[in-house]
């Protein structure tokens, strides 16, 4: 199984900046892609930001050249860098992980718990 564990969330005021760190643990063959994602209240769970093994970065419209995704392939760990952060991002941030359990085995996503973030003044 793969353990995926967020920290970082917390409380900033609008503009302000906060690092999300994922890291992945367990018994797996390979981490894949790697990725962000958020749900606000009432809404539905919506992609942030991923990236592949190889570095390849997918960024939602809505936090292009504000949020930076990057990934520690050597420690399993993924983190989103948000800057100017608006009220509009305030959510619980996700953490997904693309991993497979053995060479042989079919790769399936896995979630981590959730980290809060809240934009406020």
């Known amino acids: 199984q793969v353990q995926l564990v967020e920290s970082g969330g917390g409380l900033v005021q609008p503009g302000g900046s906060l690092r999300l760190s994922c890291v992945a643990s367990?018994?797996?063959?390979?981490?894949?892609?790697m990725g962000w994602y958020r749900q606000a209240p009432g809404k539905q769970r919506e992609l942030v930001a991923d990236?592949?093994?190889?570095?390849?970065?997918n960024y939602a419209d809505s936090v292009k050249g504000r949020f930076t995704i990057s990934r520690d392939n050597a420690w399993n760990m993924v983190y989103l860098q948000m800057n100017s952060l608006k009220a509009a991002d305030t959510a619980v941030y996700y953490c997904k992980s693309e991993a497979a359990l053995s060479a042989t085995m079919v790769r399936r996503d896995y979630w981590g718990q959730g980290t809060q973030v809240t934009v406020s003044s």
């Open positions: 367990g018994s797996f063959f390979s981490i894949y892609a």
């Open positions: 990236i592949t093994s190889g570095g390849r970065r």
